[in-house]
């Protein structure tokens, strides 16, 4: 016998964006509510926001070595991803963006909404404030050999 109850099933999408490095948090955060609007306004779920930080891109993007990367992970119809899409390319904020189907038919109930997070970006970033505190980026080494000797080197950060 066929189950009678029709719940209304998702699919479940992740969608990456970059976004220009010179822009505050206040920005992203303002770009996040507004991707989470549409997705709310379009019968979605948005599960969580990861905001990686600003971090060095592969390859020069709109003339930017460095972007914000954020991470949507949402659940959705399948004109979901279709007009988010169509809103980030109208956003001058961002630059790029890639979205991927992660499940069919998924009960919205079964995932729960979690708490957005920031992740700090590059430890690049951290290096110039280093030499301000007049730490150094190198560390004394002691290597010892088979033969039971210590060896003082100098390594560097990785």
């Not at 991803?81 to 992660?102: C, G, H, M, P, Q």
């Amino acid at each position: 016998m066929a189950d009678t109850q029709t719940a209304a099933r998702l699919r479940e999408y992740e969608t990456m964006f970059l976004v220009r490095p010179e822009l505050t948090d206040d920005l992203v955060d303002r770009l996040k509510d507004r991707v989470r609007d549409i997705v709310g306004r379009e019968g979605g779920k948005v599960l969580r926001f990861t905001v990686t930080g600003k971090k060095k891109t592969a390859f020069p993007v709109a003339k930017n070595a460095r972007a914000i990367y954020v991470h949507a992970h949402y659940l959705g119809g399948s004109k979901l991803v279709a007009e988010v899409e169509r809103n980030l390319r109208n956003f001058d904020e961002v630059t790029r963006f890639i979205s991927v189907k992660l499940a069919e038919d998924v009960d919205p109930e079964s995932r729960p909404v979690m708490e957005d997070v920031k992740v700090a970006g590059d430890a690049e970033e951290a290096r110039p404030a280093m030499a301000a505190e007049g730490r150094e980026p190198i560390a004394r080494v002691e290597v010892e050999e088979a033969g039971g000797e210590t060896e003082e080197g100098v390594g560097e950060e990785a």
